[in-house]
T-cell receptor, first 110, second 113 residues
Framework: QKEVEQDPGPLSVPEGAIVSLNCTYS??????FMWYRQYSRKGPELLMY????GNKEDGRFTAQVDKSSKYISLFIRDSQPSDSATYLC??????????FGKGTRLSVIA | KAGVTQTPRYLIKTRGQQVTLSCSPI?????VSWYQQTPGQGLQFLFE???????NKGNFPGRFSGRQFSNSRSEMNVSTLELGDSALYLC????????????FGPGTRLLVL
């Protein structure tokens, strides 16, 4: 079992839809959880960062961490064509390297 | 503030050759991490340098090596290239070793023929 599992998609939604992206993990020592967005031919860009369990909201984006279920989510409200990208979850124990999911490719259709 | 820069952006090499990739972190950042990204394996950690010292190393063969200079710029080297080394090599910098604030460069796309 891989440390971090993420459905690769692709996921295609109409403009304005609510998008839900998810990752599961096996290492209960993970404490730092991140979501990165990667456009084609670009490096990943940090979107959201959460420490331990809980929710964090930033504009149209909401990140949720459920440590008891080892499950993290990213919600995108009112999705836009500019949100079309690959979304990568990443997590870390703290002073250890980031472990990434393989990414979910999202297409938002106008 | 300028972002993380990587050179070159694209590279074509043949099997058996060696290659050196360069990364300039965001000004003031002292930690540089390197990752390999492939469609099959996703993003995999190669190594991290902080203040010219390797702090962490991923599960890659010894053909992969790196170093960091006193100005925090970093290079990674791959010797005896194999076809499977074709990938996007990403560099990320952060102020310290806190993994939660890594900023990535655009990557170097390496093709090994």
């Amino acid at each position: 079992q891989k440390e971090v599992e993420q459905d690769p998609g692709p996921l295609s939604v109409p403009e304005g839809a609510i998008v839900s992206l998810n990752c599961t993990y096996s290492n209960s020592a993970f404490q730092y959880f991140m979501w990165y967005r990667q456009y084609s031919r670009k490096g990943p860009e940090l979107l959201m960062y959460t420490y331990s369990s809980g929710n964090k909201e930033d504009g149209r984006f909401t990140a949720q961490v459920d440590k008891s279920s080892k499950y993290i989510s990213l919600f995108i409200r009112d999705s836009q064509p500019s949100d079309s990208a690959t979304y990568l979850c990443a997590m870390s124990e703290g002073n250890t390297p980031l472990v990434f999911g393989k990414g979910t490719r999202l297409s938002v259709i106008a | 503030k300028a972002g993380v820069t990587q050179t070159p952006r694209y590279l074509i090499k043949t099997r058996g050759q060696q290659v050196t990739l360069s990364c300039s972190p965001i000004s003031g950042h002292r930690s540089v991490s390197w990752y390999q990204q492939t469609p099959g394996q996703g993003l995999q950690f190669l190594f991290e340098y902080f203040s010219e010292t390797q702090r962490n190393k991923g599960n890659f063969p010894g053909r992969f090596s790196g170093r960091q200079f006193s100005n925090s710029r970093s290079e990674m080297n791959v010797s005896t290239l194999e076809l499977g080394d074709s990938a996007l090599y990403l560099c990320a910098s952060s102020f310290a070793t806190g993994k939660e604030t890594q900023y990535f460069g655009p990557g170097t796309r390496l093709l090994v023929l």
